[in-house]
Nanobody, 115 residues
Framework: QVEVVQSGGGLVQPGGSLRLSCAAS????????QAWYRQTPGKERELVAA???????NYVHSVKGRFTISRNIAKTLVYLQMNSLKPEDTAVYYC?????????WGQGTQVTVSS
């Protein structure tokens, strides 16, 4: 079984940067891929960035060139580096770890971009 704990987030001014972290523990060999999602009140959870089992990455159009997803070789840590943040990036961000037994979600962390 895999457990996931997120860290990072908070309040930042427009144009600023934040890094989110997601740490996985447990049966690490079950881990396949990771992704970051975000959600605002009244809206569906949106895929922001993903990294496949093979290391390929993809991003939602609105964050391309500003956000970077990365992870360590062991796949136990995944990061979302967020630069040039905009007010519309404000949301609760969730880490999702895909395993052979199904997805495991982090607890969510608030990111607020405001002056």
């Amino acid at each position: 079984q895999v457990e996931v704990v997120q860290s990072g987030g908070g309040l930042v001014q427009p144009g600023g940067s934040l890094r989110l972290s997601c740490a996985a523990s447990g049966t690490i060999s079950d881990i396949l891929a990771q992704a970051w999602y975000r959600q605002t009140p009244g809206k569906e959870r949106e895929l922001v960035a993903a990294i496949t089992d093979g290391g390929s990455t993809n991003y939602v159009h609105s964050v391309k060139g500003r956000f970077t997803i990365s992870r360590n070789i062991a796949k136990t840590l995944v990061y979302l580096q967020m630069n040039s943040l905009k007010p519309e990036d404000t949301a609760v961000y969730y880490c999702k770890v895909s395993t052979i037994r199904g997805p495991i979600w982090g607890q969510g962390t608030q990111v607020t971009v405001s002056s």
